[in-house]
């Protein structure tokens, strides 16, 4: 992914970015970091073409994204499996459960019956099965307890041969720990 002079507010007067650039390569983790308000989640929606930048370019592989709130990413009243099945192929997906400790028979359950910490499984789990060559990951592990963000974050990191992942996180450990360059907002 590459942006380069990125320019974008909601008004003319009170600018989010100004001239901002960002260069991402396969095999990077890039940490964005900053207090509410600063614009992380904003980027995230001109990166994925929800929003319209004033000026600057925005260049980027196929990706997928891991929003932080995984109760609104998935449909209520379909299962899991069939919701993943709509989007990805489901080669490899048993594999993928596996390493995130997430049961398989989860999977044919709606999303209201999951706890947040499964769902958001599920959600990483459609991510990375829709095979991006860019992960956009919105706080992927905030709902997660220490164990499995661990697992998670490991399985993120095994992706690296053939993806780049653009993280937003609250964690500053996290993001020292796992990321090639953290970019303050």
């Not at 960002?22 to 990166?47: C, Q």
């Amino acid at each position: 992914m590459k942006i380069e002079d990125l320019t974008f507010g909601y008004s003319e007067e009170k600018l989010l970015y100004r001239n901002f650039s960002l260069t991402l390569y396969a095999g990077e983790i890039v940490t964005i970091l900053g207090p509410s308000g600063s614009g992380k989640s904003t980027l995230f929606e001109l990166i994925a073409g929800n929003l319209k930048p004033m000026a600057g370019v925005i260049e980027k592989a196929p990706f997928s994204q891991v929003f932080q709130d995984p109760y609104s990413s998935f449909h209520p009243t379909y299962t899991i499996e069939n919701q993943i099945a709509d989007v990805a192929p489901l080669e490899g997906m048993n594999e993928l459960c596996e390493q995130m400790g997430f049961a398989r028979e989860l999977l044919e359950k709606r999303p209201h019956e999951l706890s947040g910490g499964q769902l958001q499984r599920a959600s990483i789990l459609r991510a990375l099965l829709m095979k991006p060559r860019l992960l956009l990951a919105d706080e992927p592990t905030s709902a997660l307890d220490n164990l499995i963000q661990l697992d998670v974050m490991r399985l993120l990191l095994e992706t690296l041969d053939r993806v780049g992942i653009l993280m937003i996180t609250h964690d500053r450990d996290l993001a020292k720990w796992c990321s090639d360059r953290v970019v303050e907002l």
